[in-house]
């Protein structure tokens, strides 16, 4: 049984518009929560992260926001740009957990449109 | 900064085979982890090394196996390949256990 769910296998979205990717989770002890890029071709690259104490987080174009009673993330990028399109992985880790051990959704593929 | 390299990058073996895969983990990082992604999944844990000890595993039969070294480059071995093994196989270093992971291309594993 899946414990995180991408359930949008592909999203397509106008250059300059909003990006949102969602992702569900459903252990409460999970505390930590990622998000990697992949291009084809090569690994998952991190991206952006936020712990259960916060419910928001931003790094430049990217703000991953978090709904812990919800047990539901999501990233948001602002404005997109064509480099964004690849796939988009949420990664969570259980609370005292190492980085090293953790647990991946199966991916959102999006595509940035000029 | 030399990032995570991984050797080979494709590889095909015949069921039943034994395979080794290579990991040399980014400068300063004394931590790796391995995953398997099939296709259409995300990636899924296998196990980590902290300082040449297994800290950690997945959910994987016993014929996964690993090593780290001193230099903290790592080894992934399978033994008695089976057809649903054909993945591609991500190696990850970080600083520590409690750092981002730098992930390497991967090698991708066809068995057949």
């Known amino acids: 049984d899946q414990q995180v769910k991408q359930n949008s296998p592909s999203l397509s979205v106008q250059e300059g518009r909003i990006s949102i990717l969602n992702c569900d989770y459903t252990n409460s002890m999970f505390d930590y929560f990622l998000w990697y890029k992949k291009y084809p071709a090569e690994g998952p690259t991190f991206l952006i992260s936020?712990?259960?104490?916060?419910d928001k987080n931003e790094d430049g174009r990217f703000t991953v926001f978090l709904n812990k009673s919800a047990k539901h993330l999501s990233l948001h990028i602002v404005p997109s740009q064509p480099g964004d399109s690849a796939v988009y992985f949420c990664a969570v880790m259980n609370y005292g957990g190492s980085q090293g051990n953790l647990i991946f959704g199966k991916g959102t593929k999006l595509s940035v449109k000029p | 900064e030399t990032g995570v390299t991984q050797s080979p990058t494709h590889l095909i073996k015949t069921r039943g085979q034994q395979v080794t895969l290579r990991c040399s983990s980014q400068s300063g990082h004394n931590t790796v982890s391995w995953y398997q992604q099939a296709l259409g999944q995300g990636p899924q844990f296998i196990f980590q090394y902290y300082r040449e000890e297994e800290n950690g595993r997945g959910n994987f039969p016993p014929r996964f196996s690993g090593l780290q070294f001193p230099n903290y480059s790592s080894e992934l071995n399978v033994n008695a390949l089976e057809l649903d093994d054909s993945a591609l196989y991500l190696c990850?270093?970080?600083?520590?256990?409690?750092?981002?992971?730098?992930f390497g291309n991967g090698t991708r594993l066809t068995v057949t």
């Open positions: 936020i712990s259960s104490i916060k």
């Open positions: 990850a270093s970080s600083l520590d256990r409690y750092s981002p992971l730098h």
